[in-house]
């Protein structure tokens, strides 16, 4: 009998000194938004290489990704062509100057295209109520070390194009993107810039 008394002290006693719940630590994903929202502009490197079941090698390409809060994300692939996506607001913008081809769109338009943005453009600008809107978000790690974010659609029209997103970094910074849809691996890696 006093075995169950003295368990029962013992859970008390730890309410007791537990610290109060306004006092709580964020989650670590709300504290990885916060440190991304502290940065409001960067341009960094990257390289990706597409892997599609019907070709026998992966298709690379390197390139300059910049971001600009509240909602400026630039893609500009320089090798093995120049194009430029450029989505700021609700507008998307694709350039390919060596064949005069301009394209320019609503993200409202195009769902797919939307989703595919925010996971990147939502993570840089720290607004997980984005992220949440498209996506099904699990963390892994610590918010100033090494993290990983699995990003799973939540619209079957999107997972229809895209199975999965998982954006991996340290700190403040995404360090890789690897997109599974389709059949094929798309894997980017970001060397920040200086």
Known sequence: MKAPRRRVALALL???????????????????????????????AFTEERAIPELDLPLPSTGVLLWRAPDRLEKHTTSPIDERLRVEGNRLVYERADRGIRRDFGLDDQPEMRALVEAIR????????????????????????DWRLTLTPTSARVRAAVQRILLSGRGAQILAVDTEGGGGVTRMRIRPGP
């Open 122 to 145: 939502a993570t840089l600008a720290g607004d997980l109520a984005a992220l949440s809107r498209h996506y099904d978000v699990t963390f892994d790690g610590a918010p100033d070390a």
């Open 14 to 44: 730890g309410l007791l000194v537990a610290p109060p719940p306004g006092r709580a630590q964020p989650a670590p994903v709300e504290a990885l938004m916060r440190l991304m929202r502290a940065v409001p502009e960067r341009r960094d």
